[in-house]
Protein backbone atom coordinates (compact mmCIF):
# COMPACT_ATOMS: atom_id res chain seq x y z
CA UNK A 1 0.00 0.00 0.00
CA UNK A 2 1.39 3.20 -0.74
CA UNK A 3 1.96 5.67 1.59
CA UNK A 4 -0.05 9.00 1.93
CA UNK A 5 0.31 11.37 4.78
CA UNK A 6 -1.02 14.78 5.71
CA UNK A 7 -0.29 17.66 7.10
CA UNK A 8 -3.89 18.95 9.36
CA UNK A 9 -3.16 22.94 10.59
CA UNK A 10 -6.46 24.73 11.48
CA UNK A 11 -6.76 28.45 9.88
CA UNK A 12 -6.51 29.73 13.44
CA UNK A 13 -3.49 31.72 13.55
CA UNK A 14 0.29 31.88 11.95
CA UNK A 15 2.13 28.74 12.10
CA UNK A 16 4.89 28.02 14.31
CA UNK A 17 8.05 26.30 14.92
CA UNK A 18 5.80 23.49 16.62
CA UNK A 19 3.51 23.52 13.01
CA UNK A 20 6.70 23.63 10.82
CA UNK A 21 7.85 20.60 12.56
CA UNK A 22 4.67 18.60 11.80
CA UNK A 23 4.68 19.18 8.18
CA UNK A 24 7.85 18.66 8.01
CA UNK A 25 7.61 15.33 9.24
CA UNK A 26 4.46 14.22 7.33
CA UNK A 27 6.22 14.98 4.52
CA UNK A 28 9.67 13.30 5.38
CA UNK A 29 7.37 10.40 6.28
CA UNK A 30 5.69 10.34 2.61
CA UNK A 31 8.80 11.26 0.29
CA UNK A 32 10.75 8.70 1.80
CA UNK A 33 8.32 6.01 0.92
CA UNK A 34 7.56 7.73 -2.43
CA UNK A 35 4.40 8.44 -1.51
CA UNK A 36 1.91 11.66 -1.55
CA UNK A 37 1.95 14.33 1.21
CA UNK A 38 -1.28 16.38 1.02
CA UNK A 39 -2.69 19.67 3.04
CA UNK A 40 -5.89 19.87 4.53
CA UNK A 41 -7.32 22.97 6.73
CA UNK A 42 -8.95 21.89 9.56
CA UNK A 43 -11.40 25.19 9.92
CA UNK A 44 -14.49 24.14 12.02
CA UNK A 45 -13.68 26.36 14.71
CA UNK A 46 -15.42 29.32 13.48
CA UNK A 47 -15.19 31.69 16.26
CA UNK A 48 -11.39 31.22 15.98
CA UNK A 49 -11.05 30.78 12.33
CA UNK A 50 -9.83 33.82 9.90
CA UNK A 51 -10.21 33.60 5.92
CA UNK A 52 -6.54 35.67 5.91
CA UNK A 53 -4.69 32.63 7.73
CA UNK A 54 -5.88 30.07 4.85
CA UNK A 55 -3.53 32.12 2.73
CA UNK A 56 -0.84 32.77 5.29
CA UNK A 57 -0.42 29.07 6.13
CA UNK A 58 -0.12 28.37 2.20
CA UNK A 59 2.46 31.09 1.87
CA UNK A 60 4.71 29.84 5.12
CA UNK A 61 4.74 26.41 3.78
CA UNK A 62 5.91 27.14 0.75
CA UNK A 63 8.64 29.81 2.26
CA UNK A 64 9.57 27.04 4.63
CA UNK A 65 9.69 24.87 1.41
CA UNK A 66 7.04 22.30 2.11
CA UNK A 67 5.43 20.88 -1.40
CA UNK A 68 2.10 19.52 -1.07
CA UNK A 69 0.82 17.13 -3.62
CA UNK A 70 -2.71 18.35 -3.17
CA UNK A 71 -4.55 20.06 -1.33
CA UNK A 72 -7.82 18.50 0.30
CA UNK A 73 -11.09 19.84 0.74
CA UNK A 74 -11.25 21.89 3.92
CA UNK A 75 -13.71 20.54 7.01
CA UNK A 76 -16.30 23.52 6.58
CA UNK A 77 -16.92 22.16 3.20
CA UNK A 78 -18.05 18.42 4.47
CA UNK A 79 -20.49 18.95 6.75
CA UNK A 80 -23.36 16.72 4.97
CA UNK A 81 -20.74 13.70 5.25
CA UNK A 82 -20.42 14.44 8.77
CA UNK A 83 -24.12 14.51 9.04
CA UNK A 84 -24.45 10.69 7.44
CA UNK A 85 -21.88 9.73 10.09
CA UNK A 86 -23.53 10.83 12.84
CA UNK A 87 -27.00 8.94 11.36
CA UNK A 88 -25.36 5.44 11.12
CA UNK A 89 -23.69 6.23 14.69
CA UNK A 90 -27.59 6.93 15.98
CA UNK A 91 -28.48 4.33 14.03
CA UNK A 92 -26.03 2.09 16.36
CA UNK A 93 -27.86 3.63 19.58
CA UNK A 94 -24.51 5.27 20.84
CA UNK A 95 -25.42 8.84 20.56
CA UNK A 96 -27.56 10.74 23.43
CA UNK A 97 -28.28 14.42 23.32
CA UNK A 98 -26.82 16.31 25.98
CA UNK A 99 -28.98 19.63 27.18
CA UNK A 100 -26.43 20.10 29.87
CA UNK A 101 -24.57 23.84 30.40
CA UNK A 102 -20.46 23.80 31.35
CA UNK A 103 -21.83 25.09 34.45
CA UNK A 104 -23.91 22.68 35.47
CA UNK A 105 -21.54 19.99 34.26
CA UNK A 106 -19.13 21.85 36.68
CA UNK A 107 -21.90 21.78 39.63
CA UNK A 108 -22.57 18.29 39.09
CA UNK A 109 -19.10 17.90 39.41
CA UNK A 110 -18.34 19.48 42.34
CA UNK A 111 -21.42 17.91 43.82
CA UNK A 112 -19.20 14.00 43.60
CA UNK A 113 -17.56 12.73 46.33
CA UNK A 114 -14.48 12.13 43.80
CA UNK A 115 -15.27 12.88 39.65
CA UNK A 116 -13.01 10.37 37.39
CA UNK A 117 -10.94 12.35 35.45
CA UNK A 118 -9.65 11.39 31.49
CA UNK A 119 -7.05 12.64 29.63
CA UNK A 120 -9.13 15.34 28.66
CA UNK A 121 -10.01 16.46 32.49
CA UNK A 122 -12.88 15.78 34.63
CA UNK A 123 -15.17 13.06 33.11
CA UNK A 124 -19.26 13.98 32.16
CA UNK A 125 -20.91 12.99 35.02
CA UNK A 126 -23.52 11.02 32.63
CA UNK A 127 -26.64 13.55 33.50
CA UNK A 128 -28.36 13.39 30.31
CA UNK A 129 -27.42 9.77 29.44
CA UNK A 130 -29.57 8.73 32.16
CA UNK A 131 -32.83 11.06 31.59
CA UNK A 132 -35.69 9.05 30.66
CA UNK A 133 -37.01 8.50 27.00
CA UNK A 134 -40.11 11.23 27.70
CA UNK A 135 -37.60 13.07 29.49
CA UNK A 136 -35.55 13.28 26.46
CA UNK A 137 -38.23 13.96 24.18
CA UNK A 138 -39.33 16.90 25.92
CA UNK A 139 -36.42 18.55 25.96
CA UNK A 140 -34.96 18.06 22.61
CA UNK A 141 -38.97 19.04 21.50
CA UNK A 142 -38.33 22.55 23.58
CA UNK A 143 -34.46 23.12 22.62
CA UNK A 144 -33.47 24.75 20.00
CA UNK A 145 -30.19 23.55 17.94
CA UNK A 146 -27.35 24.99 19.82
CA UNK A 147 -28.73 24.15 23.06
CA UNK A 148 -27.63 20.50 22.12
CA UNK A 149 -24.57 18.23 21.42
CA UNK A 150 -24.75 14.77 21.19
CA UNK A 151 -22.16 12.55 22.95
CA UNK A 152 -21.28 9.11 22.63
CA UNK A 153 -22.40 6.56 24.97
CA UNK A 154 -18.76 5.50 25.94
CA UNK A 155 -19.89 2.34 27.49
CA UNK A 156 -22.15 0.82 24.90
CA UNK A 157 -19.77 2.05 21.93
CA UNK A 158 -17.25 0.32 23.22
CA UNK A 159 -18.77 -3.14 24.00
CA UNK A 160 -19.75 -2.88 20.45
CA UNK A 161 -16.97 -2.40 18.99
CA UNK A 162 -15.22 -5.10 21.16
CA UNK A 163 -10.99 -5.02 21.88
CA UNK A 164 -9.34 -2.87 19.32
CA UNK A 165 -5.53 -2.25 18.69
CA UNK A 166 -3.52 0.38 16.46
CA UNK A 167 0.05 0.21 15.02
CA UNK A 168 2.19 3.58 16.17
CA UNK A 169 5.49 3.80 15.23
CA UNK A 170 7.97 3.71 17.09
CA UNK A 171 6.24 2.34 20.04
CA UNK A 172 4.24 -1.32 20.91
CA UNK A 173 0.95 -2.75 19.54
CA UNK A 174 -1.58 0.04 21.30
CA UNK A 175 -4.87 -1.70 22.63
CA UNK A 176 -7.58 1.48 22.66
CA UNK A 177 -8.82 2.61 25.73
CA UNK A 178 -11.62 4.91 24.62
CA UNK A 179 -13.51 4.29 28.10
CA UNK A 180 -11.27 7.05 29.70
CA UNK A 181 -12.28 9.24 28.40
CA UNK A 182 -16.44 8.81 29.06
CA UNK A 183 -19.32 10.09 27.11
CA UNK A 184 -17.49 12.61 25.24
CA UNK A 185 -19.01 15.04 22.74
CA UNK A 186 -19.56 14.06 19.52
CA UNK A 187 -21.76 16.68 17.50
CA UNK A 188 -20.99 20.02 19.12
CA UNK A 189 -23.71 22.77 19.96
CA UNK A 190 -22.45 25.38 17.36
CA UNK A 191 -21.53 22.76 14.43
CA UNK A 192 -22.77 19.68 13.84
CA UNK A 193 -19.53 17.67 13.82
CA UNK A 194 -16.14 17.73 16.25
CA UNK A 195 -12.49 17.41 15.94
CA UNK A 196 -12.91 13.52 16.86
CA UNK A 197 -15.44 12.68 14.38
CA UNK A 198 -14.57 15.63 11.29
CA UNK A 199 -10.32 14.73 11.72
CA UNK A 200 -11.49 10.19 11.81
CA UNK A 201 -13.53 10.90 8.85
CA UNK A 202 -11.59 12.76 6.60
CA UNK A 203 -8.35 11.11 7.06
CA UNK A 204 -10.56 7.54 6.12
CA UNK A 205 -12.25 9.17 3.03
CA UNK A 206 -9.19 10.80 1.73
CA UNK A 207 -7.15 8.11 2.03
CA UNK A 208 -4.52 8.79 4.36
CA UNK A 209 -2.77 5.32 5.35
CA UNK A 210 -0.14 7.12 8.08
CA UNK A 211 -1.27 10.14 10.37
CA UNK A 212 1.42 11.60 11.65
CA UNK A 213 1.09 14.37 14.79
CA UNK A 214 2.33 15.47 17.58
CA UNK A 215 2.54 13.38 20.66
CA UNK A 216 -0.13 16.16 22.33
CA UNK A 217 -2.78 14.21 20.44
CA UNK A 218 -1.32 10.61 21.07
CA UNK A 219 -4.52 9.79 23.68
CA UNK A 220 -6.88 11.04 21.05
CA UNK A 221 -5.76 7.87 19.14
CA UNK A 222 -7.99 5.69 21.64
CA UNK A 223 -10.83 7.72 20.11
CA UNK A 224 -10.05 7.50 16.55
CA UNK A 225 -9.96 4.27 16.45
CA UNK A 226 -12.86 3.55 18.30
CA UNK A 227 -14.78 5.52 15.89
CA UNK A 228 -13.07 3.96 12.74
CA UNK A 229 -14.63 0.55 13.97
CA UNK A 230 -18.12 2.29 14.73
CA UNK A 231 -18.26 3.91 11.12
CA UNK A 232 -16.01 0.57 9.49
CA UNK A 233 -13.86 2.72 8.24
CA UNK A 234 -10.54 1.61 7.05
CA UNK A 235 -7.73 1.86 9.73
CA UNK A 236 -4.32 3.41 9.18
CA UNK A 237 -1.14 3.45 11.19
CA UNK A 238 0.25 6.47 13.08
CA UNK A 239 3.34 8.08 13.88
CA UNK A 240 3.26 10.48 17.09
CA UNK A 241 5.96 12.71 16.82
CA UNK A 242 7.86 14.88 19.59
CA UNK A 243 6.63 18.03 20.30
CA UNK A 244 8.82 21.55 19.68
CA UNK A 245 9.32 23.28 22.63
CA UNK A 246 10.35 27.06 23.28
CA UNK A 247 13.44 27.20 25.90
CA UNK A 248 11.53 26.63 28.97
CA UNK A 249 10.62 23.33 27.86
CA UNK A 250 6.97 24.32 27.23
CA UNK A 251 4.94 23.31 24.11
CA UNK A 252 4.49 26.50 21.26
CA UNK A 253 0.91 27.42 21.43
CA UNK A 254 -0.25 30.09 18.78
CA UNK A 255 -0.16 33.47 21.30
CA UNK A 256 3.69 32.54 21.16
CA UNK A 257 3.61 35.34 18.62
CA UNK A 258 7.54 35.82 18.80
CA UNK A 259 7.90 32.26 17.25
CA UNK A 260 5.31 32.43 14.29
CA UNK A 261 7.41 31.42 11.38
CA UNK A 262 6.19 34.70 10.08
CA UNK A 263 7.89 36.46 12.99
CA UNK A 264 11.23 34.60 12.59
CA UNK A 265 11.52 35.44 8.37
CA UNK A 266 11.44 39.12 9.54
CA UNK A 267 13.92 38.68 11.85
CA UNK A 268 15.97 37.76 8.52
CA UNK A 269 16.19 34.09 9.59
CA UNK A 270 16.31 31.91 6.66
CA UNK A 271 14.13 28.59 5.57
CA UNK A 272 17.10 26.93 5.76
CA UNK A 273 18.17 27.74 9.60
CA UNK A 274 14.94 27.00 10.60
CA UNK A 275 14.77 23.39 8.88
CA UNK A 276 18.11 22.74 10.43
CA UNK A 277 17.12 23.97 13.33
CA UNK A 278 14.39 21.26 13.15
CA UNK A 279 16.73 18.49 12.20
CA UNK A 280 15.19 18.22 8.57
N1 LIG B 1 -5.95 20.32 13.24
C1 LIG B 1 -5.17 19.82 14.32
C2 LIG B 1 -4.24 20.90 14.83
O1 LIG B 1 -4.19 21.97 14.30
C3 LIG B 1 -4.37 18.58 13.93
C4 LIG B 1 -5.25 17.42 13.67
C5 LIG B 1 -4.56 16.09 13.56
O2 LIG B 1 -3.41 16.03 13.10
O3 LIG B 1 -5.17 15.10 13.93
O4 LIG B 1 -3.55 20.70 15.79
Request: hydrophobic content about 35%; overall charge negative; some cysteine.
Amino acid sequence: MSVVTRFAPSPTGHLHLGHAYAALFAEKCARQANGRFLLRMEDIDSSRVRDEYYTAIREDLQWLGVRWDDELPTQLTRLDRYKEAIESLRSLSVLYPCFCTRKQIANELANLPSAPHGPDGAIYPGTCRNLTTSERAKKLNTASEDEVSWRLDMKRASDLAGELHWQDAERDDQIARPEQFGDIILVRKDIATSYHLSVTIDDADQGITLVTRGDDLFASTHIHRLLQALLKLPVPTWHHHRLVTDDHGQRLAKRDKARSLRELRDQGITPQEIRAQLGF
